[in-house]
Nanobody, 125 residues
Framework: QVQVAESGGGLVQAGGSLRLSCAAS????????MGWFRQAPGKEREFVAT????????NYADSVKGRFTISRDNAKNTVYLQMHSLKPEDTAVYYC??????????????????WGQGTQVTVSS
């Protein structure tokens, strides 16, 4: 079992940058595929990015491709989401998630077993 906790959210102007962090507990962090999702008010939770066990495999939603970068540091039990060129439509609560269910697309919330409480990102125009 793993516990994850996000940090780094905040208020930023359009065009700005933020880096989110997700710290995980436990000694088996490197065995979890990690993902970032987001949920805006009145909308369903949507996939943002995912990263494989060693960090060599990543996948992004089309809406963030080229602007966001997911990375992980297994020695620090942490996954990051670097966000550049932020837009007002990126405003949402961002969630970190973990799974050891291998073989899926990792783009659906139901593929993940463990979730953080979320961190708010607000992009002003």
């Amino acid at each position: 079992q793993v516990q994850v906790a996000e940090s780094g959210g905040g208020l930023v102007q359009a065009g700005g940058s933020l880096r989110l962090s997700c710290a995980a507990s436990g000694r088996t962090f490197s065995s979890y595929v990690m993902g970032w999702f987001r949920q805006a008010p009145g909308k369903e939770r949507e996939f943002v990015a995912t990263i494989g066990l060693s960090g060599g495999s990543t996948n992004y939603a089309d809406s963030v491709k080229g602007r966001f970068t997911i990375s992980r540091d297994n020695a620090k039990n942490t996954v990051y989401l670097q966000m550049h060129s932020l837009k007002p439509e990126d405003t949402a609560v961002y969630y970190c998630a973990a799974t050891r269910l291998y073989g899926g697309s990792y783009s659906r919330p139901e593929e993940y077993d463990y979730w953080g409480q979320g961190t708010q990102v607000t992009v002003s125009s």
